[in-house]
């Protein structure tokens, strides 16, 4: 089992409700994002001008280097498939925060402790809805098992269609959350790096 993400750009108006409706539920510090949401563009030349919005968050990686460099096993993969860091046993070493190529986990100033997107776990694990996909007033998110064929994340896909999905770069990380975006909507804007958040020292 995988637990991820399918985003729908066609559907984003870039609300940010999801952004805050993540830090209330996550209590997440000022300056600090689990999800955030970029505007891509305007790219192009009047009247051909493009743009759409980008949630951003934690890619649920296959492969994740997060957890390949945890030298206490506490980043790990739950049972859902689900990237988490286990609060008891981390050290706040640092080691996990840049090797995200994201740069998707941020190192909390209060507990002294890495953090990141849990998929909103705590919830999910009572079959309730991330707080971010409950909050999207455009129905743009979706979470489910990718490995699961009846799964929404599955169903939206199929519906899209292969040539209008797209993840983010991928270095050996193998990234899950898709994205869909139709060419009527905007163009794709590929970049070999995309650094979501803002970086702390
Ligand atoms: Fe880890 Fe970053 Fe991949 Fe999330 S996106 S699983 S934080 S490497
Ligand atoms: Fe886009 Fe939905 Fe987030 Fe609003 S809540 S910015 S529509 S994904």
Request: glycine share 4%; with cysteine.
């Amino acid at each position: 089992m995988k637990k991820t993400m399918v985003i729908d750009l066609d559907r984003c108006i870039g609300c940010y409700s999801c952004e805050i409706a993540c830090k209330m539920e996550n209590n997440v510090d000022l300056g600090v994002y689990f999800n955030k949401v970029l505007t891509i563009g305007p790219v192009g030349t009047y009247p051909d001008i493009e743009m759409y919005f980008l949630p951003t968050l934690c890619q649920s990686c296959v492969e994740a280097p997060c957890i390949d460099v945890c030298p206490t096993g506490s980043s790990f993969t739950n049972k859902e498939g689900v990237v988490l860091v286990d609060s008891d046993s981390c050290i706040g070493c640092y080691a996990c925060i840049p090797v995200c190529p994201y740069n998707a986990r941020s190192f909390n100033q209060q507990t002294r402790l890495a953090q990141k997107c849990t998929l909103c776990s705590h919830l999910t694990e009572k079959d309730k809805q991330p707080a971010c996909v409950k909050a999207c007033c455009a129905k743009a998110r979706f979470v489910g098992d990718i490995d699961d064929q009846n799964s929404i994340v599955c169903k939206k896909l199929k519906e899209a269609g292969e040539e209008n999905i797209y993840t983010m770069p991928d270095t050996g990380n193998h990234p899950t959350v898709s994205y869909i975006l139709h060419k009527k909507t905007a163009r794709w804007q590929e970049r070999s790096n995309w650094e979501f958040f803002p970086k702390y020292e």
